[in-house]
């Protein structure tokens, strides 16, 4: 491996290969196709094994888009998948943590130009205070990719169809041990089984919206149906596709509840709402009354531009961007769940359990990250803190002076009375 001549990355040349194709088939979602329209039968078989494995179709849509751009990859350097190294899996690993996302190449733009935009320092969005994206791709996603293409090989490996070493191995210093060996159980579990080519990701605290802020952002709202769907995701703390996925049959307003199903379990649970949100839900229906289908099984939400059809979480998230744009923020439809779990989190009358049952937790410690007070939060208690401080030394009396000083002076000096 280390003999292997050198590639040149930065003058790298990925071409946009083949193509992601959605497709109406509940067996076989999604597919992957070279630029013939061919299917790559190795992908097609791992993901068979996502949906056994109990995968939802958006969990195929996500690895897929991380195959196809390691095989993009591959073409670009003329190496088959079946005979990728290490070195191929090294230089991938550099190159997508130093590229600029294809879509949004910009053509006339040199390489070095573009390598510069990946760490051009842009000021964080005024209003919400998040950091500038950059063109290139974030950590999160780079680990996502490491983790998902080592999954595909370990497959492949067993099935006696790929490559017999994993081109991206675990971490070599801890693959060798059990992980987790001796662990203290009063001390938290740390990620022990890592890729030798995964990046550290930051550590997030979620950002919930403030409350004078959101009313802003409800204002710029421009219909009743946008008013109803950030209602029931403020005041339910659901998912934006769960909140999509709602059918006539799930909403009951009798009771202030909606069904759901969940993201990752598929469970089916009912979570209650405000009563805003009804409010709103029957504003919305009352203009579309008629206008489309009716029936239990049919869905909740639909596009107010003819022809009606059910709502995506594209045209949602546009809605969103939209009313953003009014006010120059950069919230996304996931600020909305943090912003209601946070809510929640802060309500003495709820326990912190009440709280992960709603949001859908599996795990207490995922709920108790919104325990974190919010920076502006600690920053203005700590200023309020020092204005108690110094008002608490202007009504205390001060003390005597001690023996031998005479306090005319001291009075004259400090400018106070002794």
Known sequence: MNDAPQRDLAALVVPRWGRLVETDDRYEPYRMV???????????????????AGKAPSTVRSYGMDLLRWW????????????????????????????VKQ??????RSSAGR??????????????????????????????????????????????????????????????????????????WARERVGRYRPKVPHRVPRAIPDQRFNELFAALPSNRDRALVAFWISTGARASELLGVRQRDIDPGQQLITVVRKGTRAVQQVPASA??????????E?????????????????????????????????????????GSDW????????????????????LSDVQLVMGHAHLSTTEIYLTPDKDEV????????????????????????????????????????
């Open 115 to 188: 390598a510069a935009s990946l760490f051009s320092e842009k000021a964080p969005n005024p209003v919400t205070g998040k950091p500038a994206l950059t063109d290139g791709y974030a950590p999160a996603t780079v680990a996502h990719s490491e983790t998902v293409l080592r999954g595909f090989y370990d497959f492949h490996r067993d099935a006696g169809t790929g490559p017999i070493l994993n081109p991206f191995p675990l971490d070599p210093s801890r693959r060798s041990r059990r992980a987790h060996a001796h662990h203290n159980p009063m001390d938290g």
């Open 287 to 327: 203009e579309l009354h008629g206008e489309i289908p009716r029936g239990r099984s049919q869905p909740v939400w639909w596009t107010l531009r003819r022809p009606r059809r059910p709502l995506n979480y594209h045209a949602a998230h546009r809605m969103f961007e939209r009313a953003n744009a009014a006010l």
């Open 332 to 351: 996304t439809l996931h600020d909305l769940r943090h912003s209601a779990v946070a809510r929640m989190a802060r309500d003495p009358q709820l326990t």
């Open 379 to 418: 920053i203005a208690g700590v200023l309020a803190r020092h204005a108690r401080v110094a008002e608490q030394r202007e009504k205390a009396a001060p003390p005597p002076p001690a023996p031998g000083y005479d306090p005319q002076a001291l009075s004259v000096l400090f400018g106070r009375t002794l």
């Open 34 to 52: 070279g630029p013939d329209g061919a299917i790559v039968e190795a992908t097609s078989v791992f993901f068979q094994e996502l949906l056994a």
């Open 103 to 108: 879509r949004r190449l910009v053509r006339g």
């Open 276 to 285: 805003d949100a009804f409010v709103w839900l029957r504003l919305y229906q």
């Open 72 to 99: 993009r990859f591959l073409h670009a350097v003329d190496v088959g998948w079946n005979r990728a190294t290490r070195v191929e899996a090294r230089d991938f690993s550099c190159w997508i943590q130093l590229t």
